[in-house]
């Protein structure tokens, strides 16, 4: 599927770079501001709904992130009263609660859902563009463990991570695909 977003009239000032998959509605969930919405897009490039977002980032979504198994989203809103926070809503935009990354010295990040067998739920790879420590936390905000991703990808100095995401098919699934701030390239890696 290839769709042209601004045939519904949204284009670089609505769109966000956020994106997501859900597999049990086969949609792309794509990220709006003003107001703070998620489109929902079907296998045919068709909107074919939206969730409300006005109750968690009223202005401006960067990261959304579908979570199958509870048919949820998490959402990194962005602004400084959301530094450091994935506030989580159900598939309605409801909020249900808020995971806080600060306490890990994390402000402003990149991240990706993955492991859905979790006993919490799931798991969180963050990528904090303010250090170079990727942290692996479940959905609960505990951290599982960590590493140095500048050392592991032997990244030059300046790169900042700007999406995250699990490979779930093809070949290597459950590897994970990473971005830099040039969008000049893309790092596959698998979790060390």
Do not use: C
């Not at 509870?70 to 530094?83: L, V």
């Not at 306490?103 to 563009?129: I, R």
């Amino acid at each position: 599927m290839i769709t042209d977003l601004t045939k519904d009239g949204y284009g670089f000032p609505r769109l966000r770079s956020g994106l997501t998959y859900l597999p049990d509605e086969h949609r792309i969930g794509v990220a709006a501001r003003n107001p703070a919405e998620v489109f929902l897009y079907g296998h045919g490039g068709t909107l074919e709904g939206t969730v409300a977002l006005a109750g968690i980032a009223p202005r401006n979504p960067l990261i959304i992130q579908y979570i199958p198994g509870k048919q949820q989203f998490a959402i990194w809103p962005g602004g400084d009263e959301n530094s450091g926070m994935i506030k989580i809503v159900d598939r309605t935009g409801a909020f249900i609660r808020s995971i806080d990354l600060s306490s890990y010295g994390v402000s402003d990040f990149s991240f990706a859902y993955f492991a859905p067998s979790d006993p919490s739920g799931g798991k969180f790879l963050v990528f904090p563009v303010s250090y170079h420590m990727a942290l692996v936390v479940d959905l609960n905000g505990h951290l599982l463990s960590s590493f140095d991703y500048y050392a592991a990808f032997d990244l030059p100095g300046g790169y900042n991570p700007f999406g995250v995401t699990q490979i779930t098919s093809g070949p290597g699934p459950g590897a994970f695909a990473l971005g830099g701030n040039d969008a000049s390239e893309i790092i596959i890696f698998s979790l060390p």
